[in-house]
């Protein structure tokens, strides 16, 4: 706990200091300021593993192409926020509209050209949604959803929103699944930080132009069953971290 503590305020300290030493590049490229989100991404990732000994292991870098994609990813943890970023090639993610007044956070995830999302808007926030994906896949970039909408429990029962699917029919591009354990090291609303691995793992892609309900049938099944097979792995490691109370008896560990 010591060490998660010190991690926490060495993590909102660098955080402070990109926003602040870096506002300079709200005047430069795009190109310029995403480079620096990468480097905020990298640097806690290092800091996590120098700190509390959580490393970093990245599973399946073959299944994610360099040409624009939409990837789909399991959200457990607040780590997802920054660590998945130096992953991706200049990727946009689908944000809530909220986060976009917090000083500095939101003026800079405009900058980087993230999407925002106003949930309570129904389909007139979807078609938004996919207007603003189209234009970014236009450009190249790479679209970073999590289907549940918001961070859930390691193990928990899945609860996918529409977003994925509805972004899907309109970009007409392929899919990448990709399946974490961040949540087992990072847990949500918690200070607690546990040494250990966190993984992330890209699946092979879902091709585009599947009908709906089959789309929507491979990709929770795929990134369930990698997640619950992480979690698996995790508590069956020499050093497991605590399992939450549901993941034990809904996956018999």
């Known amino acids: 706990m010591i060490r998660a503590v010190i991690y926490t305020i060495t993590f909102?300290?660098?955080?402070?200091?990109?926003?602040?030493?870096?506002?300079?590049?709200?005047?430069?490229?795009?190109?310029?300021?995403?480079?620096?989100?990468?480097?905020?991404?990298?640097?806690?990732?290092?800091?996590?593993?120098?700190?509390?000994?959580?490393?970093?292991?990245?599973?399946?870098?073959?299944?994610?192409?360099?040409?624009?994609?939409?990837?789909?990813?399991?959200?457990?943890?607040?780590?997802?926020t920054f660590a998945l970023v130096p992953l991706l090639r200049d990727p946009a993610i689908i944000m809530k509209r909220e986060l976009m007044w917090i000083p500095f956070y939101g003026w800079f995830s405009a900058k980087f050209g993230m999407i925002f999302v106003r949930r309570e808007s129904g389909p007139t926030a979807l078609r938004r949604m996919a207007s603003d994906a189209l234009d970014r896949v236009g450009a190249g970039r790479q679209i970073l959803i999590f289907p549940e909408g918001t961070r859930r429990e390691p193990g928990a029962e899945p609860a996918?929103?529409?977003?994925?699917?509805?972004?899907?029919?309109?970009?007409?591009?392929?899919?990448?699944?990709?399946?974490?354990?961040?949540?087992?090291?990072?847990?949500?609303?918690?200070?607690?930080?546990?040494?250990?691995?966190?993984?992330?793992?890209?699946?092979?892609?879902?091709?585009?132009?599947?009908?709906?309900?089959?789309?929507?049938?491979?990709?929770?099944?795929?990134?369930?069953?990698?997640?619950?097979a992480l979690v698996v792995e995790a508590a069956r490691s020499p050093n497991p971290p605590p399992i939450p109370t549901a993941a034990r008896a809904r996956l018999k560990i």
């Open 12 to 80: 909102y300290v660098v955080s402070a200091l990109f926003l602040v030493l870096g506002s300079c590049l709200m005047l430069a490229p795009r190109s310029w300021a995403m480079a620096g989100l990468s480097a905020h991404g990298s640097t806690c990732v290092w800091l996590l593993e120098k700190i509390v000994g959580t490393r970093l292991e990245v599973r399946g870098r073959e299944n994610l192409p360099d040409s624009a994609v939409l990837v789909a990813s399991k959200h457990q943890s607040a780590w997802d």
């Open 160 to 228: 996918y929103k529409p977003g994925a699917l509805y972004l899907y029919e309109r970009l007409g591009v392929a899919c990448v699944p990709m399946a974490l354990n961040s949540g087992l090291y990072w847990p949500r609303r918690s200070l607690a930080r546990h040494t250990g691995t966190i993984i992330v793992e890209f699946l092979k892609p879902i091709p585009s132009g599947l009908p709906r309900k089959e789309f929507s049938q491979r990709l929770e099944r795929a990134i369930e069953t990698a997640s619950d």
